[in-house]
């Protein structure tokens, strides 16, 4: 069973910045596929960014430009930095594993990540 725990939202003025962390336990971590998705009041969950275990990286169009997605295989971690952030990147962030050996999905908990204007 992989457990990802976030941390690392809060509030922030438009324009700042946060840094969001994932640690996941177990040790399929460095072989599977990483990201975030996030979920806004009324809208569907959306994927924000992904990485590979190679360190390909895949991004919404939306924060293109602004978030970076990295991962560090020997902390079980992987990171979304967000910088120049909106309003309308404000909502719930869940870390995610894709599992390429049993096609499960693992989730982590969520952070809330408000942005005013």
């Known amino acids: 069973q992989v457990q990802l725990v976030e941390s690392g939202g809060g509030l922030v003025q438009a324009g700042g910045s946060l840094r969001l962390s994932c640690a996941a336990s177990?040790?399929?971590?460095?072989?599977?596929?990483v990201g975030w998705y996030r979920q806004a009041p009324g809208k569907q969950r959306d994927l924000v960014a992904s990485i590979t275990p190679l360190g390909s990286r895949r991004y919404a169009d939306s924060v293109k430009g602004r978030f970076t997605i990295s991962r560090d295989n020997a902390k079980n971690t992987v990171y979304l930095q967000m910088n120049s952030l909106k309003p309308e990147d404000t909502a719930v962030y869940y870390c995610y594993l894709k599992s390429v050996a049993t096609d499960m999905t693992y989730w982590g908990q969520g952070t809330q990540v408000t942005v005013s204007s």
């Open positions: 177990g040790s399929i971590f460095s072989i599977n596929v």
